[in-house]
């Protein structure tokens, strides 16, 4: 029976992207869609290309060759500063450093963007600035400075800081990676509760469980190449890649198939490859 449904166009849309660092070529074609809603998780080796991917959304790196749009921005188009600007206003990005400007308050923080960019008021910045620390359930430090926070609760600022620029979707990047163990848990469930609204999200993790747990769409990246993307049940539980397959046996462990023995010549000749991401 022909489907009388529409399919709707991607938010976010890369094809063929090129890119190369002098003569290092870390983007060999990748092709990505991420749809209104979406959480959508870039996984794969340290150096494989994946937070080169996210600051090509953002306009931060250009390709040599192929497209990116962003909604109806083309944005390897852009030629100039401003209209790249214009993108980041709509694109938030939160990274493995949380970079809240340390001489602020947690509430300055949240409330300086929405202020001088999108020239709000600071009654109804500040009104919304504190229902998103509510949010992250952080409104107890409202006042305090980053500084007397922990890393997680300064991520946690971090992810409502980019919230406050009600943006169209949010790009993670390692967003746990630097934190104590203990803290990644709350900064997880703050980004599970985001993906559970309906916020459109590109998340680079090398939690791999989380990643499975939270993500629609599941892409590996290998040496600048997507190797296999599709659903988190298709990549986790049947991926058809052995690269895949294998990447995953190391990042989850698997101990029924191969004790992690220190001697083991397999383990020791891949360490270096993975240690980094995993
Ligand atoms: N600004 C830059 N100048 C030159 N080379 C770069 C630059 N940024 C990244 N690279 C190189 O591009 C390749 C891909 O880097 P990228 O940071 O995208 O990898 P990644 O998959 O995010 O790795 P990781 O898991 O370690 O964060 C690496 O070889 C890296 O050295
Ligand atoms: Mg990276």
Redesign the pocket.
Known sequence: MPSTETVAEPLVSLRDLHLS??N?S?LKGIDLDVHRGQAVSII??????????L?CITGL?QPQRGSIRVGTTEVHTLAQEAQRIELRKRVGFVFQQYNLFPHLSVLENLVIAPRKVLGRNRIEAEKDARALLAKVRMEHKADAYPGQLSGGQQQRVAIARALAMRPELILF??VTSALDPETVGEVLTVIRELTEEGMTCVL?T?EMRFAEEISDIVYF?EH?VIVEHGSATQIFQHPTSERTQEFLRHALGDPGRRPPIANDPYLLSNLSRYS??V
């Open positions: 660092f002098g290092n870390v794969g080796p340290s150096g494989s290309g994946k937070s080169t991917i600051r790196l990047d390692e680079v090398h990246t600048g980094l991401s």
